[in-house]
């Protein structure tokens, strides 16, 4: 009987094998910050990337800033020159859906509002080979959801990279309820390539890592709001007494005060607990387009030669 089941599980394990061999052009749709680290990892891993947005001028700026990167990691000697030009090689400009029609695997990394990422899926697939993979990026959003805006739920899977993508180490994947094995194996196996390391999470909101992380930024921009100290002294706090690589609203202004804000309504809606209410200060500072770092202004202000606190 073991043997039995042994054969069976080898043989999943060589069908995603072979899949994930298959995994030859991977589409990205998104080329913000996350977009471009996604597209940087994949073209270093010797894989086809084409890459959409909005208009070409935003491709155009993804671009730009995995050239950019790149340009670092070779002075850094983490890459050479010659795996820069080759990997930059592998990425082309899609500036329609349908030049993602001979991707094997497309990964949706948008703006997080999950009305435009089902916009997306839907007017997608029709583009796609009936067999390619449609992955989604999202922080917090489910799934199964997403899942439901497209015409392949069984074949659509949760692939959170973290940022910046080229040099965390992490990928969460997320199984949706209908995604297949065979989908969830050759996910698996396209992130190892990548040499990341998988944590799988359920689909809840948030999942593992912004479950855990945004309530402590939230929290953290409570204590600003209620005047229990000030930008400098809370980051410090919590570098220093915590022992943690950045502030939590310097790191907020990283990952993008839009993005923190759209992970807690998740959270607050999809729980249903008040513990996760958003704070009214990063409700404020996202109607005021003080978006973080991507728009030189959040819980610092970026337009000089370095960052001054905002509050
Ligand atoms: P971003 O604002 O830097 O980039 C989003 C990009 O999506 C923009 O270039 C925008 O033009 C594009 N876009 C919007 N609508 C589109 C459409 N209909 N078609 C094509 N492109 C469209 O945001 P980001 O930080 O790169 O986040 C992207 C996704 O990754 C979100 O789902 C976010 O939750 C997730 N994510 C973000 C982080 C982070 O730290 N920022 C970490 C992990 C996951």
Same mark, same amino acid.
């Given at each position: 009987?073991? #043997? &039995?089941?042994?054969?069976?599980?080898?043989?999943?394990?060589?069908?995603?094998?072979?899949?994930?061999?298959?995994?030859?052009?991977?589409?990205?749709?998104? $080329?913000?910050?996350?977009?471009?680290?996604?597209?940087?990892?994949?073209?270093?891993?010797?894989?086809?990337?084409?890459?959409?947005?909005?208009?070409?001028?935003?491709?155009?700026?993804?671009? $730009?800033?995995?050239?950019?990167?790149?340009?670092?990691?070779?002075?850094?000697?983490?890459?050479?020159?010659?795996?820069?030009? $080759?990997?930059?090689?592998?990425?082309?400009?899609?500036?329609?859906?349908?030049?993602?029609?001979?991707? #094997?695997?497309?990964?949706?990394?948008?703006?997080?509002?999950?009305? &435009?990422?089902?916009?997306?899926?839907?007017?997608?697939?029709?583009?796609?080979?009936?067999?390619?993979?449609?992955?989604?990026?999202?922080?917090?959003?489910?799934?199964?959801?997403?899942?439901?805006?497209? #015409?392949?739920?069984?074949?659509?899977?949760?692939?959170?990279?973290?940022?910046?993508?080229?040099?965390?180490?992490?990928?969460?994947?997320?199984?949706?309820?209908?995604?297949? #094995?065979?989908?969830?194996?050759?996910?698996?196996?396209?992130?190892?390539?990548?040499?990341?390391?998988?944590?799988?999470?359920?689909?809840?909101?948030?999942?593992?890592?912004?479950? &855990?992380?945004?309530?402590?930024?939230?929290?953290?921009?409570?204590?600003?709001?209620?005047?229990?100290?000030?930008?400098?002294?809370?980051?410090?706090?919590?570098?220093?007494?915590?022992?943690?690589?950045?502030?939590?609203?310097?790191?907020?202004?990283?990952?993008?005060?839009?993005?923190?804000?759209?992970?807690?309504? &998740?959270?607050?809606?999809?729980?249903?607990?008040?513990?996760?209410?958003?704070?009214?200060?990063?409700?404020?500072?996202?109607?005021?387009?003080?978006?973080?770092?991507?728009?030189?202004?959040?819980?610092?202000?970026?337009?000089?030669?370095?960052?001054?606190?905002?509050?």
């Amino acid at each position: 009987m073991n #043997d &039995v089941k042994d054969r069976a599980t080898a043989l999943a394990g060589e069908r995603a094998q072979t899949m994930a061999s298959n995994i030859r052009k991977v589409g990205v749709v998104g $080329a913000g910050q996350m977009g471009s680290g996604i597209a940087h990892v994949c073209a270093l891993a010797g894989l086809n990337v084409a890459i959409n947005d909005l208009s070409g001028d935003r491709i155009k700026a993804g671009i $730009a800033t995995i050239n950019g990167n790149m340009a670092r990691q070779v002075s850094r000697k983490r890459i050479t020159e010659d795996e820069r030009q $080759a990997a930059l090689k592998r990425i082309a400009a899609a500036e329609s859906f349908d030049a993602l029609g001979d991707c #094997d695997l497309v990964i949706e990394a948008a703006t997080e509002k999950e009305d &435009v990422k089902r916009g997306i899926f839907t007017n997608l697939c029709p583009s796609l080979k009936p067999d390619a993979i449609v992955a989604s990026n999202t922080s917090s959003i489910s799934i199964t959801r997403l899942a439901s805006s497209t #015409d392949r739920p069984e074949r659509f899977i949760g692939i959170h990279f973290m940022n910046p993508v080229p040099l965390m180490e992490l990928v969460e994947v997320i199984r949706g309820i209908a995604t297949d #094995d065979r989908t969830f194996e050759t996910t698996k196996q396209f992130i190892s390539k990548l040499g990341k390391t998988i944590a799988v999470a359920e689909d809840f909101p948030a999942f593992i890592v912004n479950r &855990v992380l945004m309530p402590m930024i939230n929290e953290a921009i409570y204590t600003l709001y209620e005047g229990v100290g000030n930008v400098e002294a809370i980051d410090t706090a919590m570098r220093l007494g915590a022992h943690h690589p950045m502030g939590p609203l310097e790191l907020a202004d990283f990952i993008g005060l839009d993005t923190c804000l759209s992970v807690m309504q &998740v959270l607050h809606d999809g729980l249903a607990d008040s513990k996760y209410r958003p704070c009214p200060l990063l409700v404020k500072y996202v109607e005021a387009g003080w978006l973080g770092r991507k728009t030189q202004r959040g819980f610092y202000d970026y337009r000089g030669e370095k960052p001054v606190p905002t509050r």
